[in-house]
């Protein structure tokens, strides 16, 4: 999918003039110009076309497309600040089916499960081509989304040390605690900053799950926006849509691409790539890619983070069970579902133009509709910053706290100070001995969430107009 002018048509007519910066089309979809992104961010320090300094030093790492017409080399998959905007153009509107199928390859998924390839391509080929042409809400975001998770599932964690039996066996062969609790004494810091641990195990946490449960994953974060309508759920409950209709107005957007993308594989046996395994083991992938994409639904978000917190309360050994896995499995993809403000200064701020854009369409149906415009959605009264800040504060840094309170935030990390800690962050209810090892450091991803908070903090300050009608 090459992207065109029309994704950046809203974004740059409003976003530019409450912001007061230069916006650039690069052929890739939208960049902040210096003006916004600037230099010295705290990580990947931008470069003047917006790019952080991690994804260029991804970009450089890639091969382009080969003279035998193979697809491209996809860099470092494991790098949260991924050019995935770039990516995109370089495989031809292909990321999605590329980049998983480089993940199942590098995690020896095609072999464990015995996967036919030629079967698995063509239908996340045919998967991608389902995602409509939103502004946010594409075949992009699902690459996003599937990228994201791909990190926080092989991304080393410091101090972790759990794996499973990978002959099918659901017996775990080391806990994730151990019988002495971590402290400040067993962490170091390199020149950089960044901490390490001498003597610790550090493993990833794919390493706890069985090959099942890590395919779920990666094949849940690609389905989990299939055919999105560029809507929320309550203005498909509101105007009576049809898909509203047929799943009772109860997670309406979530049911239907979890429905959707499963009946593209079973109708059609070119692409069932799973038609060789168990009926059993089928149900349980199935049901496993069911329960993370309905993960999703915003309206479950506390709900889940309470359950999560639940397991890590009730004194057994974390992620022994698959209960005990579901939850965390269904944190990581929540995470990775809204990651943005997680991200360095410019990708967020990249998102966070295209869900506005998307936001604004909507507005204008509404308005057209006769119906109440809904929050952040009106273009006349744009509130892009208020968005932000409402969203990192009230949803994104609950759930990188509650996750990081288990220990499994991957790095890299920095040591701090009890005076650096939000106050809101301070109590995190239980805790793993990991997770007490991991408050005395903060993760690259909560530094990000809470640099970006204070970037549209500052915006608000200086921008009167983001508080007209606020």
């Known amino acids: 999918m090459e992207h065109s002018p029309r994704s950046v048509g809203i974004a740059t007519k409003y ?39 991690d994804g260029e030093r991804v970009l450089a790492e890639l091969t382009g497309r080969g003279k035998d017409g193979n697809a491209p080399s996809l860099g470092d998959v494991e790098e949260w600040n991924y050019p995935i905007f770039h990516i995109a153009c370089l495989t031809g509107g292909r990321v999605v089916s590329t980049l998983i199928c480089q993940l199942f390859e590098s995690t020896n ?99 706890a799950l069985t090959p099942i449960e890590l395919a779920a994953c990666f094949i849940a974060a690609a389905q989990h926006d299939f055919d999105h309508p ?17 799943y009772n107005d109860r997670a ?16 059609h046996p070119d692409f069932n790539f799973l038609s060789h395994m168990s009926t059993a ?10 329960e993370l994409i309905l993960a999703t639904d915003l309206t479950k978000h506390f709900e889940i983070i309470r359950q999560f917190k639940g397991h890590l309360a009730s ?11 579901l939850s965390t499995m269904q944190m990581c993809i929540k995470l990775a579902d809204i990651n943005g403000p997680t991200k360095c200064g410019p990708l967020h701020r990249k998102w966070a133009y295209l869900i506005c854009e998307e936001f604004y369409d909507q507005g204008c149906e ?29 949803l994104v840094r609950p759930l990188l706290t509650a996750y990081s309170s288990a220990g499994l935030l991957p790095g890299p990390y920095e040591l701090i100070n009890e005076a650096e800690v939000p106050a809101e962050d301070s109590d995190k209810g239980p805790q793993s001995s990991l997770g007490h090892l991991h408050s005395n450091m903060v993760s690259m991803l909560m530094r990000n969430a809470c640099d970006n908070e204070k970037f549209w903090g500052e915006v608000l300050k200086t921008k009167p107009i983001a508080n007209a009608n606020g």
């Open 15 to 53: 976003l530019p003039t409450l912001l007061g910066v230069d916006m650039v089309y690069d052929g890739c979809g939208l960049v902040a110009s210096e003006q916004l992104v600037g230099a010295g961010e705290h990580r990947g320090p931008a470069t003047p076309d917006g790019k952080s300094a």
């Open 109 to 207: 998924l095609f072999q464990a499960l015995k996967i036919p390839r030629e079967k698995f391509s063509a239908y996340f080929q045919a998967l991608e081509n389902g995602y409509r042409e939103n502004p946010y809400h594409n075949r992009v975001h699902a690459a996003d989304v599937l990228q994201s998770m791909a990190y926080l599932l092989n991304t080393e964690i410091l101090g972790f040390d759990v794996s499973y039996n990978k002959s099918g066996s659901d017996t775990p062969v080391a806990g994730h605690d151990t019988p002495r609790e971590y402290s400040r004494a067993d962490l170091d810091s390199t020149p950089a900053g960044n901490v390490t641990a001498p003597g610790l195990t550090s493993r990833a946490l794919r390493d």
């Open 230 to 246: 560029a809507r929320t759920n309550s203005f498909l409950v509101s105007t009576r849509a049809d898909l509203a209709i047929l």
């Open 252 to 267: 309406v957007l979530e049911q239907h691409h979890a429905a959707s993308s499963w009946k593209l594989l079973f109708d």
């Open 281 to 290: 083991d089928v149900g349980t992938l199935r049901n496993l890619s069911l």
């Open 315 to 325: 004194g057994s050994s974390f992620l022994k069970s698959s209960q005990e896995r």
């Open 366 to 394: 509404e308005a057209a509709l006769n119906l109440p415009i809904s929050p952040f959605m009106d273009k006349k009264d744009p509130l892009c910053p208020k968005l932000q800040v409402s969203f990192i504060g009230n």
